[in-house]
């Protein structure tokens, strides 16, 4: 396969700062991830001594505050440079959006206390956290989970399964939403579990379409323990917490997508420059022409909904439907990026010879991971006509 080298995005950063971080990144991203993340994927490999680097780089704790570990960078910078590690490796680019996702319910809700004992090392002291909202039986409907904590002295004791938990089996520590009240979503807590608790297991990994070196598991909680010290926020507030993690978590989902999309499209142009057909550059063909430029077009709509969506949360104002919005239009352009990246390299873009067929299969899962690209549509309604009737 011929060596491509796209020239960077030209990319709309705040401060100097920030551009001295995407350049780091993207230099990270050249040495250490593109190189071997086709062959990685396809054993199956999680870079998980990659992901130490990264923690000492200072990524795995971006959006969050200087003062615990973090790097006190705005959502609008944080999101691009998943972006640029989502076009080298998906893996990458979608275990760091889950760590912050399951970082979340303790920077925002947790007390100064907790703060201080775990986000240091969640956020710059190399762990890897994984998010435990879904279960076997209660997918789109989250709030219908039935893992439960019961409180016994200082402690509580959970006990249920969660599932497609990335990271599953290798984090170590995961937020987990279970059950302390009653029905419906005022009956749900969050804790902070270590991923050395006792009664913790993983079942076997999923077998997956794509993202094969992102492990993505059950959770068995077969009577844990743990502290009341290990709560996060009210009892009963754990839906409400979880949804805003999800908010937040979806941005990240949408700059994933943009990121393979941008991979897909920079190889589709390359071999478009590169290949030639009755005597000609495939890129002098004006209908593949036009196709390439529908792909571009996608790609910057994606990326401009997301970037206006953080910069909504990073001025303290509500999101919520706008982080739906670049969702859904995002993990849906990616998927249709990434099946006319394929369909311009022909026969070569179904072999795993050219990383297209990879990207289309990756870009499937954004439509389904952190809500449905059905439930996206959901939340967008409901801030459109209100709540459905029952």
Not at 77 to 93: H, K, P, S
Not at 154 to 166: F, H, L, R
Not at 203 to 211: Q, V
Not at 230 to 239: A, I, L, M, P, S
Request: hydrophobic residues 45%; negative net charge.
């Amino acid at each position: 396969m011929p060596d491509r080298s796209p020239p960077p995005v030209d990319r709309p950063l705040p401060t100097d700062e920030a551009r001295d971080l995407l350049a780091v990144v993207r230099d990270i991203a050249r040495r250490e991830i593109v190189p071997t993340a086709a062959e990685d994927e396809e054993a199956g490999r999680f870079p998980r001594e990659l992901f130490t680097l990264l923690s000492e780089a200072g990524l795995l704790g971006l959006p969050y505050d200087s003062a615990h570990g973090g790097g006190d960078q705005p959502y609008e910078v944080y999101l691009q440079v998943l972006e640029e590690l989502a076009a080298a490796r998906l893996t990458v680019g979608l275990g760091i959006s889950v760590h912050t996702l399951a970082a979340y319910p303790l920077a925002a809700h947790g007390t100064e206390e907790q703060r201080a004992a775990h986000l240091p090392a969640m956020l710059g002291g190399g762990l890897l956290g994984a998010y435990c909202l879904s279960e076997p039986a209660s997918g789109s409907d989250a709030a219908s989970l039935r893992t439960r904590a019961v409180r016994d002295g200082d402690s509580w004791v959970i006990t249920g399964v969660k599932a497609w938990t990335t990271h599953g089996g290798i984090a170590d520590f995961y937020t987990v939403m279970a059950r302390t009240g009653g029905e419906g979503p005022r009956g749900i807590t969050v804790f902070l579990v270590p991923g050395d608790a006792e009664g913790l297991s993983a079942a076997p990994p999923e077998r997956k379409m794509g993202l094969k070196g992102s492990p993505t598991a059950q959770i068995h909680f077969d009577g844990v323990r743990v502290p009341d010290a290990r709560r996060v926020g009210e009892v009963g507030q754990g839906f409400a917490i979880a949804l805003a993690a999800l908010d937040s978590g979806r941005l990240g989902i949408a700059a994933c997508a943009v990121g393979v999309a941008q991979a897909a499209l920079d190889e589709a142009v390359a071999h478009a420059r590169d290949r030639r057909q009755f005597g000609r550059p495939l890129a002098d063909f004006q209908g593949l022409r036009f196709l390439l430029a529908d792909m571009a077009t996608r790609i910057e709509a994606g990326r401009a909904l997301y970037l206006a969506a953080a910069r909504l949360r990073d001025a303290g104002r509500p999101f919520a439907a706008q982080a739906a919005m670049a969702k859904l239009h995002c993990t849906d352009a990616a998927m249709r990026v990434t099946t006319d990246a394929v369909q311009v390299l022909g026969g070569y873009g179904y072999t795993a010879d050219f990383p297209v067929e990879r990207y289309l299969r990756e870009a499937k899962a954004l439509q389904i991971v952190e809500g449905t690209n059905q439930v996206q549509r959901m939340v967008i309604a409901r801030h459109l006509v209100g709540p459905e009737t029952r």
